[in-house]
T-cell receptor
Framework: DAGVIQSPRHEVTEMGQEVTLRCKPISGHNSLFWYRQTMMRGLELLIYFNNNVPIDDSGMPEDRFSAKMPNASFSTLKIQPSEPRDSAVYFC?????????????FGEGSWLTVV | DQQVKQNSPSLSVQEGRISILNCDYTNSMFDYFLWYKKYPAEGPTFLISISSIKDKNEDGRFTVFLNKSAKHLSLHIVPSQPGDSAVYFCAASVRTGGFKTIFGAGTRLFVKA
């Protein structure tokens, strides 16, 4: 089975440009998460969806960040305009929400560098 | 507000000995706890989990202990192997319309041969 698929794997962009990161969750999973990894803060939860509906976006750093999930098999995280402090690894993850808990499966990450 | 804390950024252990990684949390509503392992340039991978109704879960060399009264959990790896060298993340989930899962900052484990 294919795991969580993220694209691009690496992106270098100039400050002020729009960045769009893409994610295809594992088929059949009903929850999707976007995390950001930095040296200082580890893995930060930015936003998560359940059944394509955003449940909690309190981790989104500011209005420059937005996320969508138009259907069960696709999500995007957009940064507009991008800034150097947005440089990080962005992980998408998915899970099947079950009664006693859930195991999250991560993609390989999108490495973003804003210069 | 860091709800899940891993206070040790790194840990060094000799091969064959026990590795103990610690994690503290603040939200008493968390009902599911997980440990993930991450190698460089890869996504985190699930290692072991425990429900809040249990105090221990074991899987091979890996055991997770949960102390709810202290809001503390730990991961024991015994015996430690060089291939265990990685960053270990502690995570906690709470059901809020989905399962909101919060991760700690991670602990880098070095297992010396």
């Amino acid at each position: 089975d294919a795991g969580v698929i993220q694209s691009p794997r690496h992106e270098v962009t100039e400050m002020g440009q729009e960045v769009t990161l893409r994610c295809k969750p594992i088929s059949g999973h009903n929850s999707l998460f976007w995390y950001r990894q930095t040296m200082m803060r580890g893995l930060e939860l930015l936003i998560y969806f359940n059944n394509n509906v955003p449940i909690d976006d309190s981790g989104m750093p500011e209005d420059r960040f937005s996320a969508k999930m138009p259907n069960a098999s696709f999500s995007t995280l957009k940064i507009q305009p991008s800034e150097p402090r947005d440089s990080a690894v962005y992980f998408c993850a998915s899970s099947l929400m079950e009664g006693s808990g859930n195991t999250i499966y991560f993609g390989e990450g999108s490495w973003l560098t804003v210069v | 507000d860091q709800q899940v804390k891993q206070n040790s950024p790194s840990l060094s252990v000799q091969e064959g000995r026990i590795s103990i990684l610690n994690c503290d949390y603040t939200n008493s509503m968390f009902d599911y706890f997980l440990w993930y392992k991450k190698y460089p340039a890869e996504g985190p991978t699930f290692l072991i989990s425990i429900s809040s109704i249990k105090d221990k879960n074991e899987d091979g060399r890996f055991t997770v202990f949960l102390n709810k009264s202290a809001k503390h959990l730990s991961l024991h790896i015994v015996p430690s192997q060089p291939g265990d060298s990685a960053v270990y993340f502690c995570a906690a989930s709470v059901r809020t319309g989905g399962f909101k899962t919060i991760f700690g900052a991670g602990t880098r484990l070095f297992v010396k041969a």
